[in-house]
Nanobody, 126 residues
Framework: HVPVAESGGGLVQLGGSLRLSCAADGFTLEFYGIGWFRQAPGKEREEVACMGTQNGIAHYASFVKGRFTLSRGDALNTVYLQMNSLKPEDTAVYYC???????????????????WGQGTQVTVSS
C-alpha cells in the first residue's frame, strides 16, 4: 500500500502545460511538509519544489522557477504541481514526498520525508 500517489503525467509538446496531483490515501496533508522531485534516465534524482506548513511559501529549484507552481488543494489530502512552459529537459519521472508531523514553514530535508509516491512520467517533445 502506497500512502501517496501521483497522477497527471503524460506527453506534452514544448511549451505546453501539465498539472500533477499528489493525493494522500486516508489522511490529510495539512501538517505534512511536501516535496516534488524528478529523476530523468541516467541522472540523479533532484528536488523540484517544496513547501512547509504554517502557511509557508513554496521554494523552487532554479531550473523551474517562474514556470512551476506548488500548491495545496482545497481538498486537504491533495497537493498540486502546475507545470507551464515545459521543455524537453523537464522529461522525467516526477515523485511527490511528504513529511508527517511537520509544523514548520521551512521545507523538510531529504531524509525527513516519510512517504514517497511511485511516480508519474512526464515527457516533453520538441
Amino acid at each position: 500500500h502506497v500512502p501517496v500517489a501521483e497522477s497527471g503525467g503524460g506527453l506534452v509538446q514544448l511549451g505546453g502545460s501539465l498539472r500533477l496531483s499528489c493525493a494522500a490515501d486516508g489522511f490529510t496533508l495539512e501538517f505534512y511538509g511536501i516535496g516534488w522531485f524528478r529523476q530523468a534516465p541516467g541522472k540523479e534524482r533532484e528536488e523540484v519544489a517544496c513547501m512547509g506548513t504554517q502557511n509557508g511559501i513554496a521554494h523552487y529549484a532554479s531550473f523551474v522557477k517562474g514556470r512551476f507552481t506548488l500548491s495545496r488543494g482545497d481538498a486537504l489530502n491533495t497537493v498540486y504541481l502546475q507545470m507551464n512552459s515545459l521543455k524537453p529537459e523537464d522529461t522525467a519521472v516526477y515523485y511527490c514526498a511528504v513529511a508527517g508531523g511537520w509544523h514548520d514553514r521551512i521545507c523538510p530535508a531529504l531524509d525527513q520525508y516519510d512517504y514517497w509516491g511511485q511516480g508519474t512520467q512526464v515527457t516533453v517533445s520538441s
